[in-house]
């Protein structure tokens, strides 16, 4: 779950981030960077799962997808939370 999440998320800030000039002068590309690395990191993970458990790696228990599914909440927002820090820290269009 952690991964569908992270995943979820890259493609949308990707495709964001490709479309919208505003949203590049708004440095959403450190998010793609953010995301993608984390579902990186998550594909990894689930292949070394994968190849320890076999086929029962497909079938997770309820808890571990409730705590997949808050893991990878806590990611995005913690994401988000970071790129606001650097925008408040580099302010892009020179607000402040």
Not at 53 to 71: E, R
Not at 78 to 93: G, I, N, Q
Request: aromatic letters at 14%; one cysteine or more.
């Amino acid at each position: 779950m952690t991964l569908l999440i992270t995943l979820i998320a890259a493609v949308t800030v990707t495709l964001i981030w490709y479309t919208s000039e505003k949203a590049r002068k708004m440095k959403t590309g450190i998010l793609c960077y953010m995301f993608w690395g984390a579902s990186l990191m998550w594909l990894v993970d689930a292949a070394v799962e994968y190849i320890e458990d076999g086929a029962d790696y497909f079938i997770p228990s309820s808890a571990d997808m409730l705590n997949d599914t808050f893991l990878g909440l806590s990611v995005v927002v913690l994401a988000l939370v970071v790129w606001m820090v650097y925008l408040l820290v580099r302010d892009p269009e020179k607000r402040f």
